[in-house]
C-alpha cells in the first residue's frame, strides 16, 4: 500500500532530481559544448543546428519547471521524447550500457520512465502549480 503521508514527498524528490538533471544537461550545453557546439552536434546527428539550441532552452525550462513544481506532470510528459530522442540518435549504436564508449542508452532510458513515472505519480509535495487535467 502506498503512504498518502510520505509519497507525495518521494514524488517531489523525485521532481527535483529530474529538474536537476535536465539543468544540468542545458548547462553542459552551454558552458562546455557551447551553442555553437551544440548546433553542430545536432546537424553532424542530420537535424537543424537550431534545434540543439530549441532542446538546450527547453531543457532548462522544464529542469526549472520540474524542481518548481510548476505543471510537473505535463513537463515530465513533453520531456520524455527529448530523451527517446538521446536514445534513438546518439546511444542506440554504442550498446544498452552507459559505461560503453561515447554511452550506451541505458542511462536515458531510465531517465525517460523517471519521467513517465513521475507524471503517473502526481505533482508531488510543495508543488507550485498542479497539472489540472490529468487525474
Not at 551544440?38 to 520540474?66: D, N, Q, R, W, Y
Not at 550498446?95 to 564508449?101: A, K, L, W
Not at 532510458?109 to 497539472?131: C, E, I, N, Y
Request: overall charge neutral.
Amino acid at each position: 500500500m502506498v503512504s498518502q503521508k510520505t509519497a507525495p514527498y518521494g514524488v517531489l524528490m523525485l521532481r527535483v532530481l529530474l529538474g536537476g538533471l535536465f539543468l544540468a544537461h542545458a548547462a553542459l550545453k552551454y558552458f562546455v559544448f557551447t551553442p555553437q557546439g551544440t548546433e553542430k552536434f545536432f546537424v553532424s546527428l542530420g537535424l537543424p543546428g537550431e534545434f540543439g539550441l530549441v532542446i538546450m532552452a527547453l531543457e532548462a525550462v522544464a529542469g526549472c519547471m520540474l524542481i518548481l513544481g510548476l505543471y510537473a506532470r505535463l513537463t515530465a510528459l513533453v520531456m520524455i521524447p527529448d530523451l527517446l530522442g538521446a536514445i534513438v540518435l546518439v546511444h542506440w549504436q554504442n550498446g544498452f550500457f552507459f559505461d560503453n564508449p561515447n554511452g550506451g542508452w541505458e542511462y536515458p532510458l531510465v531517465w525517460a520512465v523517471s519521467l513517465l513515472v513521475l507524471a503517473l505519480l502526481g505533482d508531488g509535495a510543495l508543488a507550485m502549480k498542479r497539472t489540472p487535467w490529468l487525474p
